[in-house]
């Protein structure tokens, strides 16, 4: 890479991020494309948010990713939302058009863009979603504004519940046509049933993660059937130990390394208008 003085900088803000694959990632698609822009991450506590944004204006910054703690701390400091954005509350990717800095979540679209790359579209779809966290609430307003005909949230009755019942209230209000309701995750029966109506299992719970790794949400393999497409968020391990089980039961399964790649590279388009070699880059960060 060639770093001169008229070199764009783009980057990643939030805590940790020593082990981020952004940087490679982006790096490899200017270098493909022959921009002149370098991407670097930086390490930032959700209370410097503020100054972080503050510098992305004084520095002209063009983009930036963010990441946990900073998703939602960053809002107050932009200027406008996508409403996608604005109905979760959450950013993780910020575009700087002449100084003006837009708030977007591409989780959403990462997710739905990755069923594409499988030959599945969210329209028409029953759908039933594990957890209602931050990657789950990008999920199911995405898959909303496409088209899903129904969306059937289960979470713990954890710390996250309230949050997620009221989350899921603004979701149904931007999404009116979708049916969106939520049960109880510990309710098996209900969860059964759920499924067996269902066109696609997703899970967006922390489960299948470190230290879940050998977890499952659905610990009766007789649930999956082959027409069930079956989805993860979580990306380490790349195959968790559900989308193991629901391959071996004939399941199409998406990983969430797929997902990772395609919020990416909708990020990537917003920045630069071009579209990433998403195959290359699953190959890169394979290595
Ligand atoms: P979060 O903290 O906002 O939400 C966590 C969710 O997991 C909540 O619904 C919580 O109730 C549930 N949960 C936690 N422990 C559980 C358990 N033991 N059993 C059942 N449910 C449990 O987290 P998040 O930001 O939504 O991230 C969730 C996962 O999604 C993480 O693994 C994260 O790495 C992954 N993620 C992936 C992508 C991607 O692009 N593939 C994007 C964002 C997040």
Same mark, same amino acid.
């Given at each position: ?120 579209? %969210?329209?028409? !779809?029953?759908?039933?979603? $594990? =957890? ?5 609430? *990008?999920? &199911? ?107 071996? %039961?004939?399941? !199409?399964?998406?990983?969430? $390394? =797929? ?5 990416? *590279?909708? &990020? ?20």
């Amino acid at each position: 890479m060639h770093i001169s003085g008229t070199t764009t900088m783009l980057g990643l803000i939030g805590t940790p991020v020593e082990h981020s694959k952004s940087p490679a990632m982006y790096n490899y698609c200017f270098a493909k494309y022959g921009l002149d822009c370098a991407y670097l991450a930086f390490d930032v506590p959700k209370e410097k948010s503020g100054e972080a944004v503050q510098a992305i204006r004084t520095l002209n910054i063009k983009g930036a990713n963010v990441t946990m703690p900073c998703k939602n701390a960053v809002i107050p400091y932009l200027d406008k939302l996508t409403p996608v954005a604005e109905a979760i509350q959450a950013v993780n990717t910020i575009v700087n058009d002449n100084g003006v800095l837009t708030g977007h979540i591409t989780d959403g679209c990462g997710y739905t863009l990755n069923l594409r790359a499988h030959g599945v579209e %969210a329209a028409g !779809k029953k759908i039933v979603l $594990l =957890g209602g966290g931050g990657a789950a609430s *990008a999920i &199911a307003i995405q898959a909303a504004l496409e088209g899903a005909k129904e969306i059937t949230v289960f979470n713990l009755k954890d710390s996250f519940w309230d949050r997620v019942q009221a989350g899921l209230e603004k979701i149904s209000k931007a999404a009116p046509e979708c049916k969106i309701t939520l049960h109880n995750l510990e309710n098996r029966e209900e969860l059964k049933a759920a499924i067996d109506e269902s066109d696609i299992l997703s899970n967006a719970t922390r489960v299948g993660m470190a230290p879940y790794e050998e977890q499952s949400n659905i610990t009766d393999l007789s649930w999956f059937r082959p027409e069930l497409v079956v989805t993860d968020v979580v990306y380490s391990p790349t195959e968790t130990k559900m989308l193991r089980e629901a391959k071996a %039961a004939g399941c !199409k399964t998406c990983d969430g $390394l =797929g997902m990772l790649l395609w919020q990416g *590279a909708e &990020a990537f388009r917003l920045y630069s208008g071009l579209e990433m070699p998403v195959e290359e880059i699953r190959e890169l960060l394979y290595k």
